[in-house]
């Protein structure tokens, strides 16, 4: 429900996602954390098809999208919370659960093979035939490189 006052309750009320109502919990996932499991259990469904380094990648950054997402809509008592003693646990640590497991899936895919240059192309040796083929004709008028040279050097 948005803040009375707030110009922008109609537009955020339809992106904020519904929060669920608090309850009291000693031990076990809080429902910030349960709603956090389930987005986490697909994308972990998703990784263990993945077969390329890219898919991983991919899979990373919806979890780490997804939970600032979340985040920025929690209650601050559910922000950034750990394990703690009473054996409750927040939506930080599915996330940190959800990275572990990706990051070991990873460790599955092969990796990519190193660049390595091209292979070298072999110029065919030339044969005499093509060499007279492409020597300069006789033709008056044209002069060749070396004729050039000499001409330029010792000026005759």
């Known amino acids: 429900m948005p803040a009375p006052g707030n110009p922008f309750g109609p537009i955020e009320a339809d992106w904020l996602p519904a929060r669920p109502a608090p309850r009291k919990h000693e031990n076990g996932p809080c429902p910030y954390a349960v709603q956090f499991s389930a987005f986490a259990a697909e ?7 993945a077969t390329e380094q890219v898919h991983i990648n991919r899979a ?8 600032m997402r979340m985040r920025r809509t929690l209650p ?4 950034d ?16 659960a959800t990275w572990e497991m ?11 093979s190193l660049a390595l240059p091209p292979p070298m192309r072999v110029v065919p040796a030339r044969s005499e ?7 300069p004709k006789d033709e008056p008028g044209l002069l060749d490189a070396v004729t050039i040279h000499k001409l330029i050097l010792m000026g005759e």
């Open 43 to 49: 994308i972990i469904d998703a990784v263990k098809l």
């Open 60 to 67: 990373k950054l919806l979890t780490a999208e997804q939970y």
């Open 76 to 79: 601050a008592a559910h922000r």
């Open 81 to 96: 919370k750990t394990r703690l003693r009473h054996g409750h646990y927040c939506v930080y640590d599915v996330l940190i």
């Open 102 to 112: 990706i990051e070991r899936w990873e460790l599955t895919i092969a990796p990519p």
């Open 129 to 135: 035939a093509d060499a007279e083929h492409d020597k």
